[in-house]
């Protein structure tokens, strides 16, 4: 193969794998901030009103705190791990345990009749999975078209040293 349509074909894979890890990270970012986000509201907003939005809660503040927690631990584990280069796969081990959490909730949700809370559920489980499927794909492909340059580290960024 020619020298110039070699370089090209690296250059749009390349351009390829950038785009899909730019996809992933948004959705990082957008399930970790869900999760901030109800982490911070069950943890911090006053029994009375948090009954009002979630009917759940009124019952079970043991569960609320617990599940707080959880979803704080879940924002952190999307986003840290990949950003500081720390240990990558980590946020691939979140998503696990995410899934674990929201098939927990199915669970909960139905066993109380409440399968009009089931959709985030759903939801939440799909963006994870799909998470799960960039991750692997950007880790192979890293591997493939970049050879050395990327993914030693576990990580999936087309420039990872």
């Known amino acids: 193969m020619p020298m110039d349509l070699q370089q090209n ?14 996809v992933l990270w948004s ?3 957008l ?4 999760f901030f986000w109800s982490g911070f509201v069950k943890l911090f907003t006053p029994a009375e009103e948090l009954s009002r939005m979630w009917p759940w809660t ?6 609320v705190a617990i599940a707080g927690i959880a ?3 879940a924002g952190i584990g999307l986003t840290l791990p990949r950003l500081l280069r720390i240990w990558p796969a980590g946020t691939l081990y979140a998503c696990y345990g995410i ?3 929201m098939a927990a909730a199915i669970i909960f949700h139905v066993s ?3 399968i009009a809370q089931l959709g985030i559920n759903f939801v939440v489980i799909l963006i994870t999975i799909a998470m799960i499927l960039l991750w692997k794909y950007l ?15 576990g990580s999936m960024h087309p420039n990872s040293k």
């Open 27 to 29: 959705l990082q970012i």
């Open 139 to 153: 880790r192979k492909s890293s591997h493939t078209f970049l050879g050395d340059k990327a993914g030693s580290d």
């Open 112 to 114: 109380r009749g409440e």
């Open 58 to 63: 009124e019952k079970n503040p043991i569960l």
């Open 71 to 73: 979803d704080l631990l």
């Open 9 to 22: 074909k690296m250059e749009k894979n390349q351009l390829k794998l950038k785009s899909l890890n730019i």
């Open 99 to 101: 899934i674990l959490l």
């Open 31 to 34: 399930l970790a901030a869900t």
